[in-house]
C-alpha cells in the first residue's frame, strides 16, 4: 500500500452560500445551514499541472485526496475516424471509461465507476480506522471493490439480492471486502436504507454519495485528460445520467480549466440523456423547474422497463444548489429521451464501427448524439466530446474471465434495524 500523503486543498465552498469549510475527509454539505447544497473543492493550485503519478493521479493537482492509492487507471480519449463519418461529424472525440487494450483503456471493472471510487477511497481518512459502507446496484460495487481489495481498505457493500449476479470480478477478492446482500424483493432503494442503517453503527461511515467532493472531482477527470488531449474545450458533451453526478462534475471540471486561464473560455453544453420511460430529469428539464417529483409519477418511472438499468437514481442531486440544474442552465444544456431500442442499436453500430462492445448507459449516449445529428439541431462542424461511460466487457470476460462473487451474509426487508441485524454486521467485522 503506497500512501503518500498530498496536500492540495484546504477548503471547500458551499454552493448555496458561498462559506468556505475545512476539509476533513468527511464532510458532505455545510452544516451551518439546513437547505441541501453541494461543496465545491477550492484547489491551492489553479493551474493544472499533469504530474507524473501513476493513473488517475497525473490529476491529482485536481483531486480532493490526501494518498495515492495502487491499481488506477485514466479513461482512454481518441479522435473517432469510423463513427464520425458515418455521421458526418468533423470533430468527434470520444472519451473511453473500460477495457479496451488496442486503446489502452485499462478499468477491468468497466465503468468510470472506477474514477470515483479510487478517489472517494483517496479521501477518506482511514485513520479513524472505519469501515467504508456503499450501496450499489452494480458498476460502483465492482469499482470500490476493486481499490479496496487491492489497497486492503475495509469495505462493506451492500447489494440487492437479485442485482448480485452484476457483482463480479476478474481477480480473488481480498477478505477486507464484506458483501451484504439486500436479501428477497430488495431493490437499489432498499439497499440505500440498509447501508444508512449501518452507517450509523460505530465504526462505519457512508460515502456520502453526490454530496462527496471526491466523487465528482474524481468522474472530472474524464472531462480533464479528454480536454487536456484534445487542446480546446468542446462545444458539446455527451453523457447518460443516473444521477447526475459526472454530469455535474464534467461541468465543474470545465469551469475549472476556464479558470486556469489555459483555455479560451467556452462552457461546453451538456448534452445528456435518459432512458424512456425513466426520464423524471429530462421532463423536469423540460418544463424548467428545480423538482424532480419521482413518486408522484410512480406508474410511468417503471425501472423494470429500462435496458440501461444504471440510468435510474430516484433521488438526483438535481435543484439542490450547485447541482444538475444549475449545470445544465449555466451550460445552455439540455435532456434527451431516448428508447430501448435506439440504444440497442447505438450499442451495435458503435461496436461495429468502433470495435468494441459499449454498456446500454453508454449507447444511450451514443442515441442522442444520433437523434440530434439526425434532427439535425447539432450542427455536423462542432466539436463532441463523446463520454462512453463504460465499454468492453466482451474483453474483460476474454482477457480474465468473470469470478462470482457470494455474499457474506444476507438481510431481508423484515430484519432492518432489529437486533438481528446489528449482531449480523457486528459478527461481520469481528470475524477479522
Ligand atoms: C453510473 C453510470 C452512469 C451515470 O452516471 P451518474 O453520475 O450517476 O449520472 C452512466 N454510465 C455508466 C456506465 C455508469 O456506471
Redesign the pocket.
Known sequence: MIMPMIKNHEKLRCMATGMEIDDDGLVFHNRAIEEPSLLRTIYLNKKLNINHHPGLYQYSDWLPIRRILQGSSLPSTYRSTKLASYLGLSKLHITF??YWKERNADMTT????EC?AYTVCSRFPWELGKTLVVASA???ARAYMKVCSENQLPLVLVVPNKLLTRLWSTTRVNHCVKVISADGDCDYSDAIKLSDLISTMDGFQNSGG?RNVA?RDG?GVTVLSAISMMGEIPDYYY???????????AYEANLRLVESGDYRYKMMKLH?SQNIPFTPIADAWKQRIRTVDIEEEHAKYQIGKIC?K??S?RN?PYGLAGGLYDALTKSEGNVFSVTNREIKEACALFEKLEGCDI?P??G??VAALIKNINSGSVAKQSSILL?I???GYKNIKGDFGINRIKPDVSIGRQQFATDLMYKKIQALIEKE
Open positions: 471509461n473500460g468497466g465503468t468510470f465507476k470515483e452494480g458498476n460502483t453526490t466523487k468522474l453523457q447518460a445520467i443516473g444521477s447526475g453526478a459526472g454530469a455535474i462534475a445528456l440501461a444504471v440510468l437514481n438526483p454498456l448507459e453508454s444511450a449516449a463520454n461511460t463504460g465499454g
